[in-house]
Every structure is written in structure tokens, then in C-alpha cells.
């Protein structure tokens, strides 16, 4: 049994535990999606660069197949897993495979007064957007810096440093910077629309 992991490149960042809805119509994804379907097995996406592709990336769970089309592309919905460094790529099938090495996070949890920050920074700017901010109590614990980045439209480049940090703790601090620096161009464009006659939105 080989232990190769299927692998889609994508220009987007999977994370931990965040949905991510896929229509896959290539011939080569077609089988590959189809096979990881029968054997009830993951596959892996790693962003795509021009370059090639990035190191690390996410285990991608086949959640539903939401539509199925008459020539065999496929409307999936899949979520994220577990993340993984990218050891050597195998060009023998149709789509990429690489043997990975998954990668697991330093013991400790960030401390609540900084899981408490990022949570209203998180807030401010869903509210800044007209949306709604998700209870602390429906997201899984060792998940919440994910899932605050995976809930929002950040910078890819921002998305794949987190991918790759061991630490929840040091994944949260980074949030917290990155939000503080976002927060202040959110607010005055937020401001001048509102100024303008808009309804507030973002």
C-alpha cells in the first residue's frame, strides 16, 4: 500500500478545521477526487506559486459531494485537517502525489487574555463587514487561531506563515498584529462610506 498522499494545488491556503467548497472538473482531479471518494481517504492542498508549489499544506476531508454533474465534474465540499510538510514530490500518476511528514504543535494553549483579544479584534472587523461574530463556545479550542483567519478574505502570504507555526500561542500573537494593522484602514473606509451615504458595509 503506498503511504503517497494525493496532492491539489490550489491558489488558496487550506487551514485546520476552515470548509472549503471545490468544483472539480479536470480530468486528472476527477480521478483523483473519485479515488480518495471510494477509499475514504484525504487528499492534501498546498498553494500553488509560480515557483512551484509551498512547503506546507492541509489535509483536505471530503465532507459531501453536493452535485454531480452528467460528464463527471464534481461540486465537493471539504475541510481542512491535518497540516503537513511537503518531503518529496512522485510525478508517476495522472496528479501529484508526495510522501509528507505531518507536523504536530508544541504542547500549551495561548492564554485566555490573548485568545480574548484576538476574539474582539476578530469581532470589530466582522462587524465592520455587517457580520456576525461567532461565540468562543462554537469553536473548537485548539482550533481558534484558524478558524479566526480562515473566517476572513487575509492576505494568502499571512495565511501560509500561520499554516507553518508549531505554536498556538505564537499563531494567536500574530493574529493579534495582524489585526491591529488591518483594523485602522477597515475603520476609515468604513467611516468615509458612511459619510458618503453608503450603508456601512465593507
Known amino acids: 500500500m503506498s503511504t503517497l498522499l494525493p496532492i491539489f494545488p490550489l491558489d488558496v491556503v487550506l487551514l485546520p478545521g476552515v ?35 509551498a512547503e506546507i499544506g492541509c489535509t483536505a476531508e471530503i465532507m459531501a459531494v453536493t452535485k454531480k454533474h452528467s460528464d463527471g465534474r464534481m461540486d465537493i465540499v471539504t475541510e481542512g485537517r491535518e497540516r503537513f510538510e511537503v518531503m518529496q514530490l512522485n510525478h508517476e500518476r495522472s496528479f501529484l502525489r508526495a510522501e509528507v511528514l505531518y507536523l504536530q504543535d508544541e504542547l500549551g494553549s495561548a492564554a485566555a487574555e490573548k485568545i480574548s483579544q ?23 479550542g485548539s482550533k481558534i487561531s484558524f478558524h479566526l483567519a480562515g473566517s476572513l478574505p487575509l492576505d494568502p502570504d499571512f495565511k501560509q506563515t500561520l499554516l507553518g507555526m508549531k505554536s498556538e500561542t505564537e499563531r494567536v500573537e500574530a493574529i493579534i498584529s495582524y489585526f491591529e494593522t488591518i483594523l485602522p484602514n477597515l475603520r476609515r473606509t468604513v467611516s468615509v462610506r458612511r459619510k458618503s451615504g453608503g450603508n456601512g458595509h465593507v
Do not use: N, W
Request: charged share 30%; with cysteine.
Open 118 to 140: 484576538a476574539l474582539k479584534l476578530h469581532g470589530e472587523i466582522l462587524s465592520l463587514a455587517g457580520a456576525e461574530p461567532v461565540a468562543l463556545s462554537e469553536i473548537e
Open 19 to 53: 470548509p472549503l467548497p471545490l468544483h472539480i472538473f479536470e480530468p486528472r482531479y476527477k480521478e483523483m477526487v473519485t479515488e480518495c471518494l471510494d477509499q475514504k481517504k484525504p487528499f492534501g492542498v498546498v498553494r500553488s506559486k509560480e515557483e512551484g508549489i
